[in-house]
C-alpha cells in the first residue's frame, strides 16, 4: 500500500508563489517518477509537471519558466515551486507517483491552489 501525502496549497495574489510537496509513503520498492497534475472546474485533469528517476523534468508548456519540479530520492518527496502564478493556475493539484515494477499509478487526495487578488 502507497500513500501519498500534499501540502502547500492556499490562496495567492497574482503574481505571487507557491510550493507544493508530496511525500510518497509505504511498499515503496521503486519509483519510476513524480509528478503533478491539476484539473480546473469544468476541464480535464492535465498534467503539470513531471520528474523520472533520473531527474530529467518535463513541463506543460504553459508553466515552463515559471514552475519548477524537483525531488528528494532520500526522502521519497516531490516539490513544485510555483512562481508568477496566473489566475488560469487555479485548480487542485494531484500528486502522482509511478511505483513498482512494472509501474503503478497512484494519486495523492489533491490540495486546492487559488491565484486571485
Known amino acids: 500500500q502507497v500513500q501519498l501525502v500534499e501540502s502547500g496549497g492556499g490562496l495567492v495574489q497574482p503574481g505571487g508563489s507557491l510550493r507544493l510537496s508530496c511525500a510518497a509513503s509505504?511498499?515503496?520498492?521503486?519509483?519510476?517518477?513524480m509528478g503533478w497534475y491539476r484539473q480546473a472546474p469544468g476541464k480535464q485533469r492535465e498534467l503539470v509537471a513531471l520528474?523520472?528517476?533520473?531527474?530529467?523534468?518535463n513541463y506543460v508548456d504553459s508553466v515552463k519558466g515559471r514552475f519548477t519540479i524537483s525531488r528528494d530520492n532520500a526522502k521519497n518527496t516531490v516539490y513544485l515551486q510555483m512562481n508568477s502564478l496566473k489566475p488560469e493556475d487555479t485548480a487542485v493539484y494531484y500528486c502522482?507517483?509511478?511505483?513498482?515494477?512494472?509501474?503503478?499509478?497512484?494519486w495523492g487526495q489533491g490540495t486546492q491552489v487559488t491565484v486571485s487578488s
Open positions: 520528474i523520472t528517476n533520473n531527474g530529467r523534468p
Open positions: 509505504g511498499s515503496i520498492f521503486s519509483i519510476y517518477a
Open positions: 502522482n507517483a509511478r511505483i513498482g515494477v512494472p509501474p503503478n499509478t497512484y
